[in-house]
């Protein structure tokens, strides 16, 4: 079974911009979560997604979003890019999400923004 | 709300030795603690995690943990370090409810010398 899968591996951007990120989770698995780790503030929740809906919410601005399509592959967006957003952005999926399930992490997307 | 505390962000020891990585939870409700093990340009996996079955968790690699709930710790141990298990290590919780939400501690880094 092939695993989470993000892309790109890396981005570089610069302030102002957009840019999205792409995930597809675990063959059957529903659930999908995103993370932003950084080294100043760890790893943090953004969202998680459950049969393309928006299930739960992190303390992250209103640019910050993502939305799941019905294949449960998933995208988030940052818009208006800022120097603060350079992080390592985690994807996980899990089969339905339930709190004591195990979360399946792609490698990540190494965002850069100068 | 929740939160989880690693004591000490570096850890170092021999190979052979005793590791013993340190993780105190806040939680209101009962928890689900998990360890997962992040190796360098990689995404996490998961070592174990604690559902309230046993207070003892043994995981993949001969790492276990302990859930005290008198201390509301639970630490990662395992007999005899290798090599191959420098990495960064992080503990993390989640709540009950319909969607999973992991709050993660910064991390402890752990060396393994020769």
């Known amino acids: 079974k092939a695993g989470v899968t993000q892309t790109p591996r890396y981005l570089i951007k610069t302030r102002g911009q957009q840019v999205t990120l792409s995930c597809s989770p675990i063959?059957?698995?529903?659930?999908v979560s995103w993370y932003q780790q950084t080294p100043g503030q760890g790893l943090q929740f953004l969202f998680e997604?459950?049969?393309?809906?928006?299930?739960n919410k992190g303390n992250f601005p209103g640019r910050f979003s993502g939305r799941q399509f019905s294949n449960s592959r998933s995208e988030m967006n940052v818009s208006t890019l800022e120097l603060g957003d350079s992080a390592l952005y985690l994807c996980?999926?899990?089969?339905?999400?339930?709190?004591?399930?195990?979360?399946?992490f792609g490698s990540g997307t190494q965002l850069s923004v100068l | 709300a929740q939160s989880v505390t690693q004591l000490g962000s570096h850890v170092s020891v021999s190979e052979g030795a005793l590791v013993l990585l340190r993780c105190n939870y806040s939680s209101s409700v009962p928890p689900y603690l998990f360890w997962y093990v992040q190796y360098p340009n990689q995404g996490l996996q998961l070592l174990l995690k604690y559902t309230s079955a046993a207070t003892l968790v043994k995981g993949i690699n001969d790492f276990e943990a302990e859930f005290k709930k008198s201390e509301t710790s639970f630490h990662l141990t395992k007999p005899s370090a290798h090599m191959s298990d420098a990495a960064e290590y992080f503990c993390a919780v989640s709540s009950g409810g319909g969607a999973q939400k992991l709050v993660f501690g910064q991390g402890t880094r752990l060396t393994i010398n020769p």
């Open positions: 996980a999926s899990s089969s339905t999400g339930a709190p004591n399930e195990k979360l399946f």
């Open positions: 063959s059957g698995h529903r659930s």
């Open positions: 997604y459950f049969s393309e809906t928006q299930r």
